[in-house]
Protein backbone atom coordinates (compact mmCIF):
# COMPACT_ATOMS: atom_id res chain seq x y z
CA UNK A 1 0.00 0.00 0.00
CA UNK A 2 1.18 3.21 -0.82
CA UNK A 3 0.62 6.42 2.01
CA UNK A 4 0.08 9.83 1.23
CA UNK A 5 0.75 12.72 3.27
CA UNK A 6 -1.00 15.57 3.57
CA UNK A 7 0.14 19.16 3.89
CA UNK A 8 -0.84 23.26 4.13
CA UNK A 9 -3.32 23.36 6.70
CA UNK A 10 -3.06 26.33 9.24
CA UNK A 11 -5.10 28.85 11.21
CA UNK A 12 -7.42 31.48 8.93
CA UNK A 13 -10.32 33.35 10.05
CA UNK A 14 -13.58 33.16 8.37
CA UNK A 15 -14.14 34.08 4.19
CA UNK A 16 -10.11 33.37 3.81
CA UNK A 17 -8.46 30.70 1.46
CA UNK A 18 -5.94 27.91 1.81
CA UNK A 19 -4.89 24.53 -0.41
CA UNK A 20 -3.88 21.69 0.49
CA UNK A 21 -1.59 19.11 -0.80
CA UNK A 22 -1.37 15.64 -0.61
CA UNK A 23 1.83 13.55 -1.82
CA UNK A 24 3.27 9.75 -2.30
CA UNK A 25 5.36 8.85 0.81
CA UNK A 26 6.94 6.11 -1.69
CA UNK A 27 7.72 5.97 -5.26
CA UNK A 28 4.68 4.98 -6.85
CA UNK A 29 1.67 7.20 -6.79
CA UNK A 30 -2.27 6.29 -7.70
CA UNK A 31 -3.60 6.63 -11.00
CA UNK A 32 -6.79 6.06 -9.62
CA UNK A 33 -9.53 7.67 -8.08
CA UNK A 34 -7.97 9.80 -5.16
CA UNK A 35 -10.27 10.96 -1.70
CA UNK A 36 -10.30 14.34 0.29
CA UNK A 37 -12.10 13.35 4.19
CA UNK A 38 -12.21 15.29 7.04
CA UNK A 39 -12.84 14.62 10.55
CA UNK A 40 -14.01 17.65 12.91
CA UNK A 41 -14.00 17.81 16.69
CA UNK A 42 -16.28 14.40 18.41
CA UNK A 43 -17.09 14.07 14.91
CA UNK A 44 -17.54 10.84 12.43
CA UNK A 45 -15.44 11.20 9.49
CA UNK A 46 -16.86 12.45 6.36
CA UNK A 47 -16.50 12.60 2.46
CA UNK A 48 -15.22 15.83 1.49
CA UNK A 49 -13.96 15.66 -2.50
CA UNK A 50 -13.08 12.83 -5.10
CA UNK A 51 -11.38 12.64 -8.17
CA UNK A 52 -11.66 9.68 -10.55
CA UNK A 53 -8.43 8.49 -12.81
CA UNK A 54 -10.34 10.24 -15.79
CA UNK A 55 -10.67 13.62 -13.66
CA UNK A 56 -14.11 13.63 -12.64
CA UNK A 57 -14.71 15.12 -9.51
CA UNK A 58 -17.33 14.75 -7.19
CA UNK A 59 -18.27 17.24 -4.27
CA UNK A 60 -20.12 17.26 -0.36
CA UNK A 61 -23.02 19.40 -0.81
CA UNK A 62 -21.11 21.73 2.06
CA UNK A 63 -18.88 22.29 -0.27
CA UNK A 64 -19.83 22.65 -3.17
CA UNK A 65 -18.92 25.80 -4.92
CA UNK A 66 -16.04 26.89 -2.42
CA UNK A 67 -13.54 23.28 -2.90
CA UNK A 68 -11.59 22.76 -6.09
CA UNK A 69 -10.28 19.14 -6.33
CA UNK A 70 -7.40 18.98 -8.91
CA UNK A 71 -4.24 15.97 -9.29
CA UNK A 72 -0.74 16.97 -11.35
CA UNK A 73 0.39 14.42 -12.34
CA UNK A 74 3.83 15.14 -12.97
CA UNK A 75 4.36 16.22 -9.74
CA UNK A 76 2.42 12.97 -8.41
CA UNK A 77 0.24 15.46 -5.99
CA UNK A 78 -3.09 15.83 -5.42
CA UNK A 79 -4.41 19.19 -4.32
CA UNK A 80 -7.70 20.87 -2.47
CA UNK A 81 -8.04 24.42 -2.94
CA UNK A 82 -10.23 25.94 -0.34
CA UNK A 83 -12.13 29.29 -0.53
CA UNK A 84 -14.66 31.29 1.16
CA UNK A 85 -13.48 28.96 4.75
CA UNK A 86 -15.99 28.77 6.91
CA UNK A 87 -16.16 27.88 10.79
CA UNK A 88 -17.59 24.94 9.69
CA UNK A 89 -14.98 23.91 7.72
CA UNK A 90 -12.33 23.24 10.89
CA UNK A 91 -11.67 19.75 10.95
CA UNK A 92 -8.42 17.87 10.24
CA UNK A 93 -8.08 17.09 6.35
CA UNK A 94 -7.33 13.17 5.17
CA UNK A 95 -6.40 12.08 1.33
CA UNK A 96 -6.46 8.81 0.83
CA UNK A 97 -7.24 6.46 -2.28
CA UNK A 98 -9.89 3.94 -2.58
CA UNK A 99 -7.36 0.92 -1.38
CA UNK A 100 -6.35 2.76 1.40
CA UNK A 101 -9.65 3.59 2.80
CA UNK A 102 -11.34 -0.31 2.55
CA UNK A 103 -9.03 -1.22 4.64
CA UNK A 104 -9.34 1.58 6.71
CA UNK A 105 -5.73 3.16 6.71
CA UNK A 106 -5.50 6.83 7.20
CA UNK A 107 -2.61 8.98 7.80
CA UNK A 108 -1.62 11.83 10.17
CA UNK A 109 -3.53 14.12 8.09
CA UNK A 110 -3.21 18.06 7.92
CA UNK A 111 -5.41 20.88 10.41
CA UNK A 112 -7.45 23.33 9.04
CA UNK A 113 -8.78 25.80 11.68
CA UNK A 114 -11.28 28.45 10.84
CA UNK A 115 -11.74 31.40 12.78
CA UNK A 116 -14.87 33.46 13.19
Known amino acids: QVQFVESGGGLVQAGESLRLSCAASGRTFSTGAMYWYRQGPGKQREFVAM???????TYADSVKGRFTISRDTAKNTVYLQMNSLKPEDTAVYYC??????????WGQGTQVTVSS
Open 96 to 105: NPIENIRQND
Open 51 to 57: ISGGGRT
